[in-house]
């Protein structure tokens, strides 16, 4: 069963496991959301829920925008986004989804925005090598170096690195374990790093992928196949 909710970035911190290993996590306020509107087959071609999430005055929201949300009894809310889910036509219009909707050991996937910094130059952008600073060098130290041919072709290629607008894009961190859930302060806590600023506006849904767990990876759980498969490798140790 998919499942899906919108939030806020808190910050990041550490937790403990069972086995004294530290755990970086980042803490989000999920929900409560409420849904404001299903798409169906018949009507639309696909199916999926809109949910909405955080109080705001009426007055900040045009008339069409409160319509829409009063169509289907929900109060003033200021985000308002469509998950596409597998379960969509089990899910009521007007019913609340909290953060205890996912559990500990859930895969999620996060999407937000990046950190904004502007337009940037080579340098801090792509992490280009500057210029000796020193023998007459100057005054191109931190500029982009030769991309290209000086008559054919003329021009620098699609692709190549350059100055320009850095961050602020949306990002999507897949595959996340659900490490902690408290339902009484709407909290959701992630393994790992996720896009995006504190305060900032993230959306979590059920994961995309289907992978073992990071501690996994890599790790056989039967030694005597391992060793039956490289019996010198196994002999040695």
């Not at 949910?51 to 809310?77: I, Q, W, Y």
Request: net charge positive; proline share 4%; hydrophobic share 35%.
């Amino acid at each position: 069963m998919q499942k899906a909710i919108i939030g806020k970035k808190v910050g990041m911190t550490q937790i403990f496991d069972e086995l004294g290993r530290v755990i970086p996590v980042t803490v989000i306020e999920a929900g409560p959301c409420v849904v404001a509107q299903k798409k169906t087959m018949e009507n639309d071609g696909y199916v999926s829920v809109q949910l909405a999430f955080g109080d705001v005055v009426e007055r900040k929201l045009s008339k069409p925008e409160l319509g829409h949300l009063k169509k289907a009894g929900v109060t003033a809310k200021k985000h308002l986004k469509e998950f596409k889910l597998n379960n969509a036509d089990e899910i009521e219009i007007g019913s609340e989804i909290k953060a205890d909707a996912f559990g500990v050991g859930d895969r999620v996937d996060v999407t937000g925005t990046s950190k904004g910094h502007g337009f940037q130059g080579v340098v801090k952008r792509w992490n280009a090598q500057r210029t000796p600073m020193t023998h007459g060098g100057g005054p191109v130290h931190r500029h982009a170096g030769s991309m290209g041919s000086s008559s054919d072709p003329s021009r620098i290629f699609k692709g190549k690195i350059g100055a320009g607008q850095m961050g602020n894009e949306q990002i999507t961190v897949q595959n996340l374990d659900v490490v902690k859930i408290d339902s009484e302060l709407n909290m959701i806590v992630v393994r790992g790093a996720i896009p995006g600023p504190k305060g900032g506006l993230v959306y979590i849904k059920s994961t995309v992928k289907n992978v073992k767990a990071h501690g996994d990876a890599g790790v056989s759980k039967n030694p005597q196949k391992a060793s039956a498969r490289n019996p010198q490798k196994a002999s040695r140790g």
